[in-house]
């Protein structure tokens, strides 16, 4: 049963700002190393940001220095802020284990970067 419900998305202007959060409720997610992941029309979803259950971090080269993963521990929650959009980054976005390639997904949460 998936339990992870995305939020936060909406349509931001070029160069703003939003920061996507994820219930992650369930001891699966405890404290598993958290992934967030996108996917655009017409591509595979790809992984964009991931954090260890000790707090390291890591990103794909096309986000890193405006992207931040982190976590709340005490709330059951990843986050990702995101800074400096660009219109490439619209997708729907999805949180999971950090490399999860099954088939167990939330609903997501569109983000859509356009004037």
């Known amino acids: 049963q998936v339990q992870l419900v995305e939020s936060g998305g909406v349509l931001v202007q070029p160069g703003g700002s939003l920061r996507l959060s994820c219930d992650a409720s369930?001891?699966?997610?405890?404290?598993?190393?958290m992934g967030w992941y996108r996917q655009a029309p017409g591509k595979e979803r790809e992984s964009v940001a991931a954090?260890?259950?000790?707090?390291?971090?890591s990103y794909v080269d096309s986000v890193k220095g405006r992207f931040t993963i982190s976590r709340d521990y005490t709330k059951n929650a990843v986050y990702l802020q995101m800074n400096s959009l660009k219109p490439e980054d619209t997708a729907v976005y999805y949180c999971?284990?950090?490399?999860?390639?099954?088939?167990?997904w939330g609903q997501g949460t569109q983000v859509t970067v356009s004037s």
């Open positions: 369930g001891s699966s997610y405890s404290i598993a190393p």
């Open positions: 999971n284990l950090a490399g999860y390639r099954g088939s167990s």
């Open positions: 954090i260890t259950n000790g707090g390291s971090t």
